[in-house]
């Protein structure tokens, strides 16, 4: 299976692409390889007019069995423009046999109430177009309520971006959309690429052994719970 990942920081934080990867092949058995456009704060629309041949030519032929698509999150863009170039990705994807992905995020820490507004725009997205909808932000939502007694946070420090954690649900919910499978039960590994400091996220761990934890068999059940009863994803 090959997987390209188009998107932003919210697609590259914690190398998800690698992660989900890994979580494929846990649930299939299967090799699969993944390929990742993603650039900082960049929409949709960025990606279809400053990186069209980029897209264009790894959609056409790279040969892709699926294409996960990453709208920029904080803030919302406009929702004509993520209509419109979503749509010019997913007709590329269309061409070359490959299955679109929409990948729906989540709400920032201090603004949960937009939360709302997300799933109606990707849900709405994904139904007209007929393509599969990870539902990221829902599952999100509901699993922050079971974390917080673990004093686990889905959240980066900056409250925008996903924390090792928060990448391990991104990745089991991609996995179960794919696949229609969740990682063995036994898969606790996580990626966190980041080198405490005062500075954001910059630098990043180089030493790809260095940024993979071991996440808590009670913290992974949590997650695995709420993405296998998600009512999106069957």
């Known amino acids: 299976m090959k997987v390209l990942f188009i998107g932003n920081s919210h697609t590259y934080m914690n190398d998800m692409p690698e992660l989900t990867r890994r979580m494929i092949e846990s649930a299939t058995g299967q090799p699969c390889l993944v390929t990742m ?3 900082s704060g960049r929409s949709l629309k960025w990606h279809m007019e400053e990186e069209y041949f980029s897209e264009r030519f790894n959609i056409l032929h ?16 406009d929702e004509q423009d993520t209509i419109t170039n979503a749509s010019k990705i997913i007709e590329l994807c269309k061409i070359a046999g490959t299955k679109p992905v929409i990948f729906e995020t989540w709400a920032e ?4 109430e937009n939360q709302v507004e997300m799933n109606r725009r ?6 007209s177009q007929d393509v599969l909808l990870a539902p990221i932000g829902e599952v999100w939502s509901a699993t922050m309520k ?27 919910v991609l996995t179960k959309t794919i696949t229609g499978k969740l990682p063995s039960e036994d898969f606790l590994e ?3 690429f980041v080198i405490p400091d005062s500075n ?8 790809v052994e260095e940024e993979t934890i071991m996440l808590s068999k009670e913290i992974t ?9 998600s009512s999106l994803l069957g």
Request: proline share 4%; net charge negative.
């Open 37 to 39: 456009l993603a650039y």
């Open 109 to 112: 820490k201090k603004k949960p």
């Open 200 to 207: 954001y996220f910059i630098p990043v761990k180089e030493d």
């Open 190 to 192: 996580a990626f966190d």
């Open 221 to 229: 059940e949590i997650i695995r719970k709420h993405v296998d009863n």
């Open 62 to 77: 790279g040969g892709y069995d699926y294409c996960v698509i990453q709208e920029q999150a904080h803030p919302m863009g």
């Open 122 to 127: 990707y849900q709405n997205l994904a139904k």
């Open 146 to 172: 079971d974390l917080a007694c673990l004093e686990s946070d889905l959240y980066f420090r900056d409250g925008e971006h996903a924390s090792a954690v928060g990448d391990y649900l991104v990745s089991m």
